[in-house]
């Protein structure tokens, strides 16, 4: 079917263009890396208890085991931007990959803590890598009216990983203690490889390719990843204009160091749009994990057990129930976002968390101080975790990473998703690393009710610092973040909040 361009344009109009099939499969290819990644972070959390018995360890070292792979995330997004701009988004998955696949052997082998950790360090880098490039390929390879489905494959990717882990400590629990966790973290390396050969068999993101004079190449491309050549043509021109470029130029005309000048534009003299987006994009990567989901997902199991279960099989069971939840309303959001749009998603979601996360520390609270079983308010519990869930993944999961590789300039969108990305591990490695600690000082409870208030700010800081970016162009987002104001009653509430 021909795509009308003047859909494409405005991001209006009754006839809902199609989705270009080609495009779905590039998107899809180099969205496999999350599944990758979510597995390693789901099955680890199954895995945690045999390693903990085989090693016999404290929580101290299992919390250090649990968030050692965001720290070393941090160095692979923080190379990744440049990496990416270098060797193009599709070779930064092969090297995403190969590096799991390093990691993923150690981790199989693992015969000490040292060892095991090592591993998880190594795979640390390819996760920082692989969370900054595939939800910038997808929106590159992408039309604006299936940009928000196509860059939310990324975190479906991640989901379908998480539900593999967790079924897999269902699956392999039964095995000795020697084998059976060894087999969960070790067969990662198998779909890593496998990836590492079949991104070589899809296209570079056009808008890579054009930022390297390579038109003609582009032009390639976007005659695959759209519906007619029409279209194609005018996404080439605004590319090209939104370069600085002589829209009608058929060779080079770029900074000859624009390296050095990224970093000077995004963080040190950025214009007031730039500094918006920055803003925007670092507080909903710091808002997605200060809310406690990375606590849930790694530490399941220890939330069910002082909710009142404590059978090693319905443990893991009930977690493979999170993992379900995840990934249904994950794949919901992908189907929505394009028409409701990413702030109402977003305004919804974090609703619901809150009133999710009130519930669940609630019942915490109320077991804690029980001197008899609650049935209750184990029940309400486990639907509080799973309503958590829900609302986390239909908004705040994926449109965290949509609206972060979707605002930045052409020439500011791998550095820009290389910082949200850094700040996005930062957080979750402080929630792994402290979330046993924290339940311990403050209880399950008392936490929960602090990833509340921390909930509550994330709502209001969509509500007044993220305009809505639905069908707009990548080109449009500089116009959009120009003329979104806010009152100046709204701007010192949202200069206060983010200050705090």
Not at 274 to 280: D, E, G, N, Q
Request: hydrophobic letters at 50%; glycine letters at 8%; aromatic letters at 10%.
């Amino acid at each position: 079917m021909v795509v009308p361009v003047m859909a494409e344009e405005q991001g209006t109009g009754d006839s809902q263009p199609k989705l270009n099939i080609y495009a779905f499969a590039c998107a899809a290819v180099g969205s496999t890396i999350s599944i990758i990644f979510g597995y390693d972070t789901g099955v680890m959390s199954g895995a945690m208890i045999f390693i903990k018995e085989e090693f016999a360890i404290k929580d101290g070292n299992i919390e250090v085991l649990a968030g050692i792979l965001n720290l070393c995330a941090l160095i692979g997004s923080l190379c990744a931007g440049r990496t990416c701009d270098y060797l193009g988004r599709r070779y930064t998955v092969v090297l995403a990959s190969l590096i799991f696949m390093l990691g993923s052997i150690l981790m199989g082998y693992g015969p000490s803590y040292a060892v095991l950790l090592a591993g998880r360090c190594v795979a640390g880098v390819g996760v920082g890598f692989a969370l900054m490039v595939a939800p910038v390929y997808a929106a590159e390879i992408s039309a604006a009216h299936s940009r928000g489905f196509l860059s939310s494959l990324p975190e479906i990717g991640i989901s379908v990983g998480i539900l593999l882990g967790y079924i897999s400590n269902y699956v392999f629990s039964n095995l000795s203690l020697k084998l059976g966790w060894r087999l969960m973290l070790g067969i990662a390396a198998i779909p890593s490889f496998i990836l590492a050969v079949g991104i070589l068999k899809m296209p570079e993101s056009p808008r890579w390719l054009a930022t390297k004079g390579r038109f003609e190449e582009a032009r390639e491309v976007l005659y695959k990843v759209c519906d007619d050549r029409g279209e194609a043509e005018h996404r080439l021109k605004d590319i090209k204009i939104s370069l600085g470029i002589d829209e009608n130029a058929d060779e080079p005309q770029l900074d000859p160091n624009p390296t050095s000048s990224v970093w000077k534009d995004l963080i040190f003299r950025p214009t007031p749009t730039v500094r918006r987006m920055l803003i925007a994009a670092l507080g909903i990567h710091f808002f997605e994990h200060a809310t406690g989901v990375e606590a849930v997902i790694l530490y399941g199991p220890r939330i069910f057990k002082a909710a009142g279960l404590h059978s090693k099989r319905k443990l893991l069971l009930a977690t493979v129930g999170v993992g379900l939840t995840k990934l249904t309303f994950i794949t919901i959001s992908t189907f929505i976002i394009d028409k409701i749009g990413r702030r109402t998603l977003l305004l919804f979601s974090i609703g619901g968390m809150i009133i999710s996360l009130t519930g669940l520390a609630s019942c915490l609270t109320a077991i804690q101080h029980s001197s008899s079983t609650l049935l209750s308010a184990m029940i309400l519990s486990l639907i509080f975790v799973y309503c958590f869930q829900m609302f986390f993944n239909i908004g705040l999961c994926p449109v965290c990473w949509v609206y972060s590789s979707e605002i930045f300039p052409q020439r500011l969108r791998a550095a820009g998703a290389s910082l949200s990305v850094t700040v996005n591990r930062l957080m979750n490695a402080t929630v792994s690393m402290s979330f046993l600690s924290l339940a311990e000082a403050i209880t399950y409870g008392g936490a929960f009710y602090l990833f509340t208030g921390v909930a509550v700010m994330a709502w209001l800081f969509v509500f007044f610092l993220l305009p809505e970016t639905k069908g707009r162009k990548l080109e449009e987002m500089e116009e959009l973040f120009e003329n979104h104001r806010v009152s100046g009653k709204k701007m010192a509430q949202a200069e206060e909040m983010v200050t705090l």
